[in-house]
């Protein structure tokens, strides 16, 4: 627990120093200066505002009440420097949200030596720039409504400031998480289901953001420091490795390579198992060398050649128009295949020995609205999660003995 706390305020602090980094100072300096020319030129209007309300007070109440000036508008500074300070955040964020965006991409390849594959910077932030607002006003919302139960405990002496306190880092770590994870397809929910899971790394990131937001100017630079530490924490922290087999990742192993498949994001990774390469993942391995290894599948594992298939045209682009026939060699013939049994139909559809009916049925769903052909997805993979819904379906299934391999 201490442990999670710690770090989740370190990855702050981590952030604070990548933006410094040459490369990403970019997305840092141009919202911060776009944010304060709107907030000059609101400070201006204002000013020019009260003194022509301030002129007509003037005209209607008599001379001896000119001292009042004196007090009044210090009384208007004040509230301008607290109205800046509460505000700037917000507006920070609806204005440098479509950087943000690029920003976490940034420093992910900063880290991971690895882009995203996405399109121009340019193109993409004009495509992207009234979705992602219309998505800042998403989090508004939901902070504003969540906001409602905490700000009636918020008379409660100690536990309701306490608690406030803990909303308000909620908040925060789910709108700056958001970023590097809304890069990899999660939806605002799935993004709120996976920090659920870390609630107290999340919490404490959020926590020091919110500690170091009350300090005046540290609070300018706050929110791209954010960004990148809740990116270097997703990478660190809450992305799967490829090899990890839990409630929200499928497996699907061939000769050759084994997929997962991230029923949250969509994401698809793997290893691979035989080869020049064995035991790597296959983010670590070239496109040029897995197209060789795709050569191999053709002639001798058809099932590794369309698994590898996937990989190659969902996270490298690569376009299988007409691929070569499955040939084999003259080689002994192997064994006959053997069915799907349960443990692997529970693996593809990444779900516990335990798991019940509605269960496999909600894993499933999940899974073919991801992996359906006509949504961008695999011909092969749908059906493998079709036969593993069918296998565990199946009445033997629910009996003792279910993972025994079926002749």
């Excluded at 005209?59 to 800046?84: C, H, Q, Y």
């Excluded at 965006?101 to 495509?127: F, H, M, P, S, Y």
């Amino acid at each position: 627990m201490l442990s999670n706390s710690l770090s989740g305020a370190g990855y702050l602090l981590q952030g604070m120093k990548l933006i410094t980094r040459p490369g990403l100072r970019r997305f840092v300096v141009v919202p911060l200066l776009v944010n304060i020319l709107v907030f000059t030129g609101a400070i201006y209007v204002g000013i020019h505002e009260f003194e022509g309300l301030m002129a007509l007070l003037d005209s209607k109440v008599p001379a001896w009440l000119g001292w009042l000036d004196w007090i009044l508008w210090p009384i208007f500074a004040l509230l301008m420097l607290v109205l800046v300070f509460y505000t700037f955040g917000i507006v920070a964020n609806l204005i440098a949200s479509p950087f943000n965006n690029l920003l976490a991409e940034k420093v992910e390849l900063a880290l991971t030596g690895r882009a995203i594959q996405q399109e121009g910077d340019l193109r993409r932030l004009l495509a992207d720039l009234l979705p992602t607002l219309f998505d800042e006003l998403r989090k508004i919302l939901y902070a504003t409504l969540l906001a409602i139960p905490f700000l009636v405990l918020l008379f409660v002496p100690v536990a309701g400031p306490v608690l406030w306190f803990l909303y308000t880092a909620w908040i925060l770590t789910v709108e700056y998480a958001d970023y590097p994870m809304g890069n990899h397809g999660l939806k605002f929910r799935e993004i709120r289901q996976r920090l659920g899971e870390r609630r107290t790394l999340a919490l404490s990131f959020g926590a020091a953001t919110a500690a170091l937001g009350m300090i005046p100017v540290v609070n300018f630079i706050l929110m791209p420091s954010a960004v990148a530490g809740a990116t270097a924490m997703w990478l660190r922290e809450l992305k799967p490795p490829s090899n990890y087999q839990g409630p929200h990742v499928s497996r699907v192993a061939t000769r050759y390579v084994l997929l997962t498949i991230d029923h949250l994001s969509g994401r698809i990774n793997g290893e691979v198992l035989a080869g020049t390469h064995e035991g790597k993942s296959l983010d670590e391995v070239p496109t040029r060398e897995l197209l060789d290894l795709l050569t191999t599948c053709y002639q001798m594992d058809a099932e590794s050649a369309e698994a590898l298939e996937v990989y190659l045209s969902h996270v490298r682009g690569q376009v299988f128009q007409e691929p070569p026939p499955r040939q084999r060699p003259e080689v002994p013939p192997r064994p006959a295949a053997t069915g799907m049994n349960g443990q692997e139909a529970r693996a593809i559809l990444g779900i516990k020995p335990e798991a019940g009916p509605d269960e496999i049925q909600e894993a499933h769903r999940r899974l073919i609205q991801r992996l359906h052909p006509d949504r961008g997805g695999s011909d092969y993979l749908a059906s493998k999660v079709n036969e593993a819904k069918s296998v565990l379906t199946r009445p033997e299934q629910r009996r003792p003995g279910d993972d025994r391999r079926r002749a």
